[in-house]
């Protein structure tokens, strides 16, 4: 269904159906329309599509006649930014300001092309920080997505959603099916919860208070960017279980993701939560 949908249904009285899967396009390449929207249509599927305004109606991207067409077809259209640039490039104090301008260029568009502003947001590049979090809030959206890997559940911070990624490398049907059968981590608390590491602590500490009880806590492992090299502890408290953890390395690359796994005690089930972490000196 569409994030919009599973969002409405996630929080109200009526429970998200089980194996209820989210489909989100980023970028608005007119592909969508050749090559996805037939075969969601063949099975009577609908999707969030997330559009940078500047780029419609450019080379290979949708026009905005064929996003109002799609919309009204049942395609939520989502916001990608209008210039789908690198926000956390601008010095600290400055981004939320960029980015407001940002925002209300997209908002013209949107308004002037569909009659409406979306009410989702997914960041360019997938990077956020709480500046640009709180403007989002500030405009009316309801939620923001993000590319780290995951399960949206109760508990996600909502300004914040997972995706796993279904492409390029990441695309085999397999995989699709592999990541249908996770379920989430409850993750209550994540800190720090700016993804941006300060400097001077890289590698960068994760602390996780999680919320699982059915979890086999000696079963956990950490990734970091996909390999092993990471050390992870954890402490009971009371119901929750603190999780710690950090990369035994330097991080590398302008964004690396700590992923943390665990099975149920029976090893029937299996919990999934990604952590981002963002260096912009890093470049693009
Ligand atoms: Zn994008």
């Known amino acids: 269904m569409t994030l919009g949908n599973a969002l409405d249904l996630l929080y109200s009285e009526d429970r998200l159906p089980e194996k209820t899967a989210v489909i989100t396009i980023d970028d608005g390449y007119r592909s969508i329309r050749e090559n996805a929207v037939p075969l969601l249509d063949k099975y009577g599927y609908r999707a969030t599509i997330f559009v940078p305004t500047s780029h419609v109606g450019g080379g290979n991207y949708l026009t905005w006649g064929q996003i109002a067409e799609l919309q009204k077809k049942g395609f939520e259209i989502g916001n990608h930014s209008h210039s789908h640039e690198y926000f956390l490039n601008h010095p600290k104090g400055k981004i939320a300001e960029k980015f407001e301008e940002d925002l209300k260029k997209s908002h013209k568009l949107f308004e002037q092309h569909l009659g409406g502003v979306p009410d989702l947001y997914a960041y360019p590049f997938g990077e956020y920080n709480p500046e640009m979090t709180e403007v989002?809030?500030?405009?009316g959206y309801r939620a923001a997505a993000a590319q780290k890997s995951g399960v949206i559940c109760t508990e996600s911070n909502q300004f914040a959603l997972p995706r796993f990624p279904m492409n390029l490398n990441y695309g085999k049907?397999?995989?699709?099916a592999e990541k249908l059968r996770m379920n989430p981590l409850r993750v209550v608390k994540?800190?720090?919860?700016?993804?941006?590491?300060v400097s001077g602590q890289n590698p960068p500490k994760l602390e996780l208070t999680v919320k699982n009880s059915e979890i086999y806590s000696e079963g956990l492992q950490c990734f970091v960017g996909g390999k092993r090299n990471c050390s992870i502890e954890h402490t009971r408290k009371k119901d929750r279980l603190v999780i710690r953890v950090s990369s035994t390395d330097k991080l590398a690359s302008r964004r690396t993701l700590y992923t943390v796994t665990a099975s149920s005690e029976d090893g029937s089930r299996?919990?999934?939560?990604?952590h981002l972490w963002i260096i912009p000196e890093y470049g693009e």
């Open 270 to 274: 299996w919990f999934w939560y990604s």
């Open 190 to 197: 994540a800190e720090p919860s700016d993804p941006v590491v």
């Open 136 to 139: 989002l809030k500030k405009h």
């Open 173 to 176: 049907p397999e995989d699709f």
